[in-house]
Every structure is written in C-alpha cells, then in structure tokens.
Nanobody
Framework: QVQLVESGGGLVQAGGSLRLSCAAS????????MGWFRQAPGKEREFVAAISWTGGSVDYADSVNGRFTISRLNANNTLYLQLNSLKPEDTAVYYCAAKSATGNYYYTNGALYDYWGKGTQVTVSS
C-alpha cells in the first residue's frame, strides 16, 4: 500500500505560480512511477504530467508543456509539480498517482495507476 497526500493548492491570479507536493508513505517510493492528473468541474479527469521512478523520463500534456514541471525527490518520498504562467483553464482538483514500475517508464493513462491521493484544489482567477 502507498498513501499519497497532495498539498500546495490554492487561489492564484492568472500568470501566477504554485508548487504542488505529493507526500508518499508506505512502500518504497522509488519503486513507483508517478503522475499528476486533474479534474475540472463537469469534465473528465485528464493527464497532466508523468515521471519515471528514476526521474529520468518525463512527459506532459500539450496544454501544460512549457509551463508545468514535474519532479521527484526519492530521498524525501515526495513528488512535485511546479505550475507557472497559470491560466483560468488550469482550475481543477489536482491528483497525484503512483504505479509500481520495474523499468524507467512513465505512464499517461490514469487507468494504469495503482494508488491515488485525494487531491488539492487549484483555482486561477482571471
């Protein structure tokens, strides 16, 4: 079992920045590929960013590429998402997720993930 707790969300003006964190506990964090997903009101959950267990491979949704940065610090069992140049359309609940992995892979399909956090709200005002 892996427990995931997100933090760092809040209300920010368009153009602003936030840094989300996801603290993991339970099994060895470094054995998991990680991802960030988001869900806006009335919309389906969507992929935001993913990172391999080594941190050497990452991927981003086109809508956030160049503005968001995913990273991880395995020694601290923590996943991060730096959100820059925020737009009102980035407003959503952001979730982190973990998938057991044996290779240096990342995963963009949320259905493949084994564990999810409860989410943190990000609201961007115009």
């Amino acid at each position: 079992q892996v427990q995931l707790v997100e933090s760092g969300g809040g209300l920010v003006q368009a153009g602003g920045s936030l840094r989300l964190s996801c603290a993991a506990s339970g099994r060895t964090f470094s054995r998991y590929a990680m991802g960030w997903f988001r869900q806006a009101p009335g919309k389906e959950r969507e992929f935001v960013a993913a990172i391999s267990w080594t941190g050497g491979s990452v991927d981003y949704a086109d809508s956030v590429n160049g503005r968001f940065t995913i990273s991880r610090l395995n020694a601290n069992n923590t996943l991060y998402l730096q959100l820059n140049s925020l737009k009102p359309e980035d407003t959503a609940v952001y979730y982190c997720a973990a998938k057991s992995a044996t290779g240096n892979y990342y995963y963009t399909n949320g259905a493949l993930y084994d564990y999810w956090g409860k989410g943190t709200q990000v609201t961007v005002s115009s």
